[in-house]
């Protein structure tokens, strides 16, 4: 099988289980280091006429990563489209060991069994109201029904939008700062907040600066998740 992948996490998960599979990943693919496969541009925005060249048998898409109209497109092409959308992490741990096992993986990798162990035995966790925003300028935050806010919840997270009628809604940061959160939580990507650029915005509120790779991939990085995030979540700069 020739294997496409536009969506960064299960570029890692299927390159370190079944590895040579793989003939295809976008410039954002960073995981493993060592993955030598052309490149075939963005996940919003991928070069569909490479994807085509590399005569793929699968690509691989995400709903929230990657555009309709690419599934669309590539499908119109002959070319079988494999679509994942886990909203949780129990969705997300069920689709890849359904995902590997039909790319012909004979055993589950020993990765997502202990991701299994490591989010079935969190330690209680003190539960804090949060807004963890993704994007700035405009700001745009995790509402509803995200596969992150699921990963933060079970580490004793609380989302102050998790009732919002959006996934992913734009308050403005008079509005942000009227929640009153007892933690910002603010990941490296898909902006890349750091301690200069993120906490200005929350003048005397506790923010964690977290690993976006460890809060929104769902692969191999999901087996220590759970101790990345608990650290980085335990020692927030006030802003």
């Known amino acids: 099988m020739r294997l496409v992948s536009l969506v960064p996490s299960l570029t890692e998960a299927?390159?370190?289980?079944?590895?040579?599979?793989?003939?295809?990943?976008?410039?954002?693919?960073?995981?493993p280091g060592e993955l030598d496969v052309p490149r075939v541009g963005g996940s919003k925005y991928p070069d569909l006429d490479r994807v085509r060249a590399l005569r793929p048998d699968l690509v691989l898409l995400n709903i929230e990563e990657n555009r309709r109209e690419d599934a669309?497109?590539?499908?119109?092409?002959?070319?079988?489209?494999?679509?994942?959308?886990?909203?949780?992490?129990?969705?997300?741990?069920?689709?890849?060991?359904?995902?590997?096992?039909?790319?012909?993986?004979?055993?589950?990798?020993?990765?997502?069994?202990?991701?299994?162990?490591?989010?079935?035995?969190?330690?209680?966790?003190?539960?804090?109201?949060?807004?963890?925003?993704?994007?700035?300028?405009?700001w745009v935050v995790l509402g509803a029904d995200t596969f992150a806010g699921d990963v933060l919840r079970r580490l004793g997270v609380h989302n102050a939008y998790a009732e919002s009628?959006?996934?992913?809604?734009?308050?403005?940061?008079?509005?942000?700062?009227?929640?009153?959160?007892?933690l910002v939580v603010l990941p490296d990507e898909p902006y890349r907040f750091t301690r200069d650029d993120g906490p200005d915005a929350f003048s005397g509120l506790p923010c964690a600066l977290v690993s976006g790779r460890h809060l929104t991939w769902y692969g191999p990085s999901l087996a220590e998740a759970p101790g990345v995030l608990s650290g980085q979540l335990a020692i927030p700069v006030v802003g």
């Open 14 to 31: 299927v390159a370190v289980t079944l590895p040579g599979l793989l003939v295809g990943a976008t410039d954002w693919c960073t995981h």
């Open 72 to 138: 669309v497109a590539l499908a119109a092409a002959g070319i079988p489209v494999r679509v994942t959308y886990p909203r949780t992490v129990d969705q997300a741990l069920a689709e890849l060991a359904e995902l590997l096992r039909d790319l012909g993986a004979p055993t589950e990798p020993e990765w997502l069994a202990a991701a299994r162990s490591a989010w079935a035995t969190l330690p209680a966790a003190t539960t804090r109201r949060a807004v963890i925003p993704v994007w700035r300028r405009p």
């Open 165 to 182: 009628s959006d996934r992913y809604p734009r308050p403005s940061l008079t509005e942000l700062r009227a929640t009153a959160p007892d």
